[in-house]
């Protein structure tokens, strides 16, 4: 079945290093493909999507590569913030579904 | 700008205990979700709700699991018979449009089972 793999957390980096959460996928067909992130004691928010292969996604200065020959769609951020430090969810849905598909989440921690 | 409320953020329970989780929806949306996360696993789709009927719902929900809008405003998971593997966050989804696109989450009820 579908699935979707993250790497393990927590991510700790000093501000302004560069990010790289790795997300990979299985899927039958054409998903298409998101970023979720949760702030502390929020709900998870959507950061990014892509529909298609090659597609860029980019949202609050992340980014995320539909890679279909990797079936990848990792996360960078050129220059982490302190704000954020919050839990990442990769996650694809398949057409004609109500349903999305998340990974584990992964933590990320940002110290001045 | 407008979220999904979820209510209470922490419920404990007794084994085989009747448990209703209360989400309000935003209030234009039209498709409705449950998903939930054990801890240090993933998060999984538990049902999706649209026209007042169910109309997607995963293995795990059997038929311990219900859901009801009862006020149209209220979403509500009830658990039948809570079990120690229920412990969970049960989060409550809608959306505008179905599909993938674009979920609005609430921030999660901590369903501990004793």
């Known amino acids: 079945g579908n699935s979707v793999t993250q790497m393990e957390g927590p991510v700790t980096l000093s501000e302004e290093a560069f990010l790289t959460i790795n997300c990979t996928y299985t899927?039958?067909?054409?998903?298409?493909l998101f970023w979720y992130v949760q702030y502390p004691g929020e709900g998870l928010q959507l950061l990014l999507k892509?529909?298609?292969?090659?597609d860029k996604g980019s949202n609050k200065g992340f980014e995320a590569t539909y890679r279909k020959e990797t079936t990848s769609f990792h996360l960078e951020k050129g220059s982490v913030q302190v704000s954020d430090s919050a839990v990442y969810f990769c996650?694809?849905?398949?057409?004609?579904?109500?349903?999305?598909?998340f990974g584990t989440g992964t933590r990320l921690q940002v110290f001045p | 700008e407008p979220e999904v409320t979820q209510t209470p953020s922490h419920q404990v329970t007794q084994m085989g205990q009747e448990v209703i989780l209360r989400c309000v929806p935003i209030?234009?949306?039209?498709?409705f979700y449950w998903y939930r996360q054990i801890l240090g696993q993933k998060v999984e789709f538990l049902v999706s709700f649209y026209n007042n009927e169910i109309s997607e719902k995963s293995e795990i929900f059997d038929d311990q699991f219900s859901v009801e809008r009862p006020d149209g405003s209220n979403f509500t998971l009830k658990i039948r018979s809570t079990k120690l593997e229920d412990s969970a966050m049960y989060f409550c989804?809608?959306?505008?449009?179905?599909?993938?696109?674009?979920?609005?989450f609430g921030s999660g009820t901590q369903l501990s089972v004793l």
């Open positions: 209030s234009n949306h039209l498709y």
């Open positions: 996650a694809l849905s398949d057409h004609g579904t109500d349903k999305l598909i």
């Open positions: 989804a809608s959306s505008p449009r179905d599909r993938g696109e674009k979920l609005f």
């Open positions: 899927a039958t067909g054409y998903p298409s």
């Open positions: 892509a529909t298609k292969a090659d």
